[in-house]
């Protein structure tokens, strides 16, 4: 049998590693010049560097997994991070229980409320409850309007934009449910994972394994079309060439997807469903550090990003000709005009927010930036997402999807895209191979 992989990304690589040495000619089609998708690394202040800011929780069983497998387990670091919360022109701690109790914008009792709110929510196992609620509608009626206002609004806005109050409570039970299992100690200690010399050493260990075995990779090539013959798979069409196949694995979005094929009035419908958000972030190397802060949350609507990522203090500024690595990340529509700025318009912007909250910070400080724009990066979860959820097979024999709008009620994350590459290739092998 030929089978192509749409898609080079962690999905894609996984689903690739599972279908090789099989007897079967695999074809892998990227349309980037390099695999890893999202988790991709660039070159940056002497070293790899992830190009969106990048840590794993402890929860992550399926991306642990596969480290272990492929012997990179001794890369692998799990280390303490300090989180922090900026609010009014603030800088809080927020890591621990003891911080949440000190945080001082919300009254004493909501702070108790937050913190158990968030042990609730860790020990609940039927999520569906959560499907036809909203985030804000949840927490106005069981927490505290003020709650949702000083802390969740805000940082569902910065993620969401004017989107936010659309977000459905599946969407933060998934995060705080993997977050929680991520800490020791009884929940007080947060430790992150983080494989050393980026995650494309998984990326390149992945890329070795496939390239040594049946398996050839197109990069710098995008599939454009898919034929069929009889509702069934016959061929794709990338970069105006025909590569006729027995089986397709789609892990682009479902948006990309829609527009492969001419899908039934149906399928094509639920496809149209999905919503993605974009994703910018300016990374620059600086002279110093900015605090002792891991994550920086900025709670303020009008912060052009969502987060300050000082990613030396996760890992160590050594490897980074000991300059000062810092990401600015921000999740937008990318009909937004920030994701159509220049770059060096991001940076000045970016860079005279950034100085309000840090104003011992010189622009003659910043070594080197690089802005970063991914189209799609966050689906968005509205409520009752799962009447929208696309199955691995589509209504076409042949032709299967794995791609992150199926990760639910979980948030998106590496780890997820390893399970759904296990997924798909497993239910390829019962029922084909
Ligand atoms: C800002 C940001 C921060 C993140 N931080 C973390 C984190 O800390 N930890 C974590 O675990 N996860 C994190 N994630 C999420 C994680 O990066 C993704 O969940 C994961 O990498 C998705 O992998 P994927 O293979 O499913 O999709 P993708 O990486 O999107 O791969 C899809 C691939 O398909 C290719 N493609 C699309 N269309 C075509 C076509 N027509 N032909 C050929 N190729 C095509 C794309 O170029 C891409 O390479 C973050 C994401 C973002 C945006």
Redesign the pocket.
Known sequence: MNIGI?????????TALRLINRGHRIFL????EN??????AIDFSGAKL?K??????KS?KE?IELINELNLQNKLKWIKTPMGFYYEGKIYNFSTPVDLLKFSPLPFIDRIKLGLMSLYLKGVKNWRKYENITIKEWMEKYVGKKIYDVVWGPLLRQKFGDRADEIAMTFLYGRISARFKSRKKGGTEEVLGYLEGSYQVLIDKMENIIKQSNCQIFKN????KLITENNKLKAII?NGKEYPLDIVIL???PD?IKK?YNWHKDFDEKLGKHEYFG?L?LIMSIKYSLSKIYWLNIADENSPFVAVVEHTNFISKENYNNNHIIYL?K?LSTENILYKMRDEEVKNLFLNYLKRIFPFLNEKDVLDYKVVR?P???PVVKKNYSEILLDYKTPVQGIYI???SQ?YPED??????VK??NAVSNLIIKENL
Do not use: P, W
């Open positions: 749409v898609g080079g990304g962690i999905a894609g690589l996984t089609f990227e349309k980037d695999l890893g998708g999202l988790a991709q992830d969106f800011y990048r840590h794993i929780f992550d991306i090539t995008t599939v454009e990338a892990t682009c979005s990309i492969l994703a972030t990340g999740y991914e799609y990066a966050q794995a791609n992150m990760i998106r994350g590496m780890s997820y895209s759904i590459g």
